[in-house]
């Protein structure tokens, strides 16, 4: 995974990461489990991914730099990269999806809140199917 930087050596952090779907779905990962690699390695500040989650002041839809998606989730949280591409951290579920679509540069529209209706219908504790 590699994470363009400024010429003064500076990572940009909002934008420039390039990464497969996997280096992504580790990234939510890390998340997940609170700053913490598979291994027990402390790579974020303790408190950092709480941080990442809670709403700003003034837009309940955003984190320090994170989406979130109240009405769905009051936990989610979320990267949005360049067409589409998303990385949903779902803290209550312990799950992570990350969604890699390319669609044409012409296609803007992507109902978001559809898709996690479906994602979090798929985890419904209650299920009517017979076993």
Same mark, same amino acid.
């Given at each position: 995974m590699y994470i363009e930087h400024q010429p003064n050596g500076h990572f940009l952090g909002g934008a420039y990461g390039y990464g497969t779907a996997r280096d992504w779905a580790r990234f939510g990962l890390l998340h997940q489990r609170g700053g913490v690699w598979i291994d027990g390695t402390r790579i974020l500040p303790e408190g950092w991914t709480e *941080?990442?989650? +809670?709403? &700003?002041?003034?837009?309940?839809? *955003?984190?320090?730099? @994170?989406?979130?998606?109240?009405?769905?989730?009051?936990?989610? *949280?979320?990267?949005?990269?360049?067409?589409?591409?998303? !990385?949903? $951290? @779902?803290? %209550?579920?312990?799950? !992570? $999806?990350?969604? @890699?679509?390319?669609?044409?540069?012409?296609? !803007? =529209?992507?109902? +978001?809140?559809? =898709?996690? %209706? %479906?994602?979090?219908?798929?985890?419904? &504790?209650?299920s009517t199917r017979a076993d």
């Open positions: *941080y990442s989650a +809670t709403p &700003t002041h003034t837009n309940e839809g *955003y984190a320090a730099h @994170f989406w979130r998606s109240p009405g769905h989730d009051p936990k989610l *949280y979320y990267s949005s990269g360049f067409r589409n591409q998303n !990385v949903f $951290i @779902f803290p %209550d579920q312990e799950l !992570v $999806i990350a969604r @890699f679509a390319m669609p044409p540069l012409a296609y !803007v =529209f992507w109902d +978001t809140g559809a =898709f996690l %209706d %479906d994602m979090l219908a798929c985890l419904t &504790t209650n």
